[in-house]
C-alpha cells in the first residue's frame, strides 16, 4: 500500500480529494490536514509515500512546503492556478492536476506514483514472498498465486499446480500491505483474489474452478471499477 496525506485548506476540495482518494485500492490515506504545519506534524511521525498538496494555501503555499521537506516524498500538486505548472515540476513533482479535477484524473496520477515507487531500488513490492507454514519456510512466486482465505488468526494461499494450500499464520491486513495493489485486490473480508488469475466472473462472484469467492458489498465498487475498466466496449 502507497501511504498518503491530502492537503487542502478549502473543506469541499479535501472532502472531494479525499473521496477519490478512498477508491483507490493501493493507496492508504493516513491523515487529511487543512494546512502544511498539520501536514508536517504527520511526517514527524510517520513515514508517507506520496504528497497530494494544494499549493495556494495561506502561512506556507505548498510550493514552499514541499521545497522544505528534507525527505521529500512523492508529490502530486493540486491546484486551481496553472501559472505554478513549471514550478511545480521543477521540484519533480509527479503530476499537477488542475482543479476542477475528476477521479480518473487523480486515478493517473496515482498510477504515475505507484509506478515510480516500483522502479526505485529496493521498490515497495518484490515478486515473490516467503511464509512460514508447517514447520517449514517456503518462497511463493505472487504470480503463482490464485486467491487468499482468511482463517481466523491464520490464512491459506492457494498457488496453481498445488493441491493443498499454504497456511501461514499471518493477517489479510498484513498480506495487504505486502502485495502489490496492481495485482492483488481484496474482495470480500475474508478473501484476496490474483486479478490475473481470474478468468470468470458469475453474478459477483469470482469462479476458480468449484469455488465461487463472493465479492463484498464494501468492495463491490472497487472491483467493479476494475472490471469495467478491463472490458472490451
Do not use: W
Not at 37 to 53: G, M, R, T
Not at 78 to 102: H, N, R
Not at 107 to 129: I, S
Amino acid at each position: 500500500m502507497i501511504k498518503c496525506i491530502a492537503i487542502d485548506d478549502e473543506p469541499l476540495a479535501l472532502a472531494q480529494l479525499t473521496g477519490y482518494i478512498a477508491r483507490i485500492p493501493f493507496l492508504n490515506l493516513v491523515a487529511s490536514c487543512r494546512d502544511a504545519f498539520e501536514a508536517i506534524k504527520v511526517l514527524s511521525s510517520e513515514k508517507i509515500d506520496l504528497l497530494f498538496v494544494d499549493i495556494n494555501m495561506p502561512d506556507l503555499n505548498g510550493l514552499d512546503f514541499v521545497r522544505s521537506l528534507t525527505e521529500r516524498p512523492l508529490v502530486v500538486f493540486t491546484t486551481a492556478y496553472s501559472e505554478y505548472a513549471i514550478d511545480g515540476f521543477k521540484v519533480e513533482a509527479v503530476d499537477y492536476l488542475l482543479k476542477p479535477f475528476g477521479f480518473q484524473d487523480l486515478l493517473l496520477a496515482a498510477d504515475k506514483a505507484y509506478k515510480r515507487l516500483e522502479q526505485k531500488p529496493g521498490g515497495n513490492f518484490d515478486d515473490f514472498l516467503f511464509v512460514k507454514s508447517d514447520y517449514r519456510v517456503t518462497r511463493i512466486r505472487l504470480a503463482d498465486i490464485k486467491y487468499i482465505e482468511s482463517m481466523s488468526e491464520y490464512v491459506r494461499i492457494y498457488i496453481e499446480g498445488e493441491d493443498k494450500p499454504l497456511m501461514p499464520l499471518l493477517s489479510m491486513k498484513r498480506l495487504e500491505e505486502e502485495l502489490p495493489p496492481s495485482q492483488f485486490m481484496r474482495v470480500h473480508r475474508s478473501y484476496i483474489v490474483n486479478l490475473k488469475k481470474i478468468t470468470e466472473i458469475s453474478r459477483l462472484r469470482i469462479v476458480f474452478g468449484n469455488t465461487y469467492i463472493p465479492v463484498g458489498d464494501i468492495y463491490k465498487d472497487k472491483f467493479l471499477e476494475y472490471v469495467n475498466g478491463k472490458m472490451m466496449k
